[in-house]
T-cell receptor
């Protein structure tokens, strides 16, 4: 079945540090890939997405590139801020398996300290 | 409404009691999803409603769990004879269509604690 594996947290960074959160996936079809963010006490919000190989999703300074050859969708940001502290979830939807369902990773908690 | 609304935000119940969790999706969204978020387990798909079609219940963990969606809008997730392992955050999401490429909008969730 489909699965998403993302790096274990928690991750603690100083403000303005570079962020990478690794995400790899397995899928039977040709999935679309997503990053969601959950700020404390809030629901999940779509951060960015990519629907085909080599696409780059970007939003709020975050980027992730769909790499089919390595089945990866790593999240990056050049300079994190305290306000980026949240839990980040990598997810996929598998068009071949029914695109309505998202399969999530376990989440990575990011804490940014001033 | 402007977002997906869930109630209650927190629920503490005694083991063996029944609970009902409510989700009010964004107006006009035809698709509605329930997920469960357990500590350290990520998000687990529970059930999916799309318009008037029969729901996909393949993610419900046991027959103690059921859900309905009335009039294509509000949904209620019911857990009967709650157990401690049911403690989790239950998240509802909605979207314009059944395809997740349109993006889900999630509610803030109901934190259920079974004591």
């Amino acid at each position: 079945g489909d699965s998403v594996t993302q790096m274990e947290g928690p991750v603690t960074l100083s403000e303005e540090a570079f962020l990478t959160i690794n995400c790899t996936y397995t899928a039977t079809g040709y999935p679309s890939l997503f990053w969601y963010v959950q700020y404390p006490g809030e629901g999940l919000q779509l951060l960015l997405k990519a629907t085909k190989a080599d696409d780059k999703g970007s939003n709020k300074g975050f980027e992730a590139t769909y790499r089919k050859e390595t089945t990866s969708f790593h999240l990056e940001k050049g300079s994190v801020q305290v306000s980026d502290s949240a839990v980040y979830f990598c997810a996929l939807s598998d068009q071949g398996a029914g695109s309505y369902q998202l399969t999530f990773g376990k989440g990575t908690k990011l804490s940014v300290i001033p | 409404g402007a977002g997906v609304s869930q109630s209650p935000s927190n629920k503490v119940t005694e083991k063996g009691k029944d609970v009902e969790l409510r989700c009010d999706p964004i107006s006009g969204h035809t698709a509605l999803y329930w997920y469960r978020q357990s500590l350290g387990q990520g998000l687990e798909f529970l059930i999916y409603f799309q318009g008037n079609s029969a729901p996909d219940k393949s993610g419900l963990p046991s027959d103690r769990f059921s859900a309905e969606r009335t009039g294509g809008s509000v949904s209620t997730l019911t857990i009967q004879r709650t157990q401690q392992e049911d403690s989790a955050v239950y998240l509802c999401a909605s979207s314009f269509s059944g395809g997740s490429n349109y993006g889900y909008t999630f509610g803030s969730g109901t934190r259920l604690t079974v004591v």
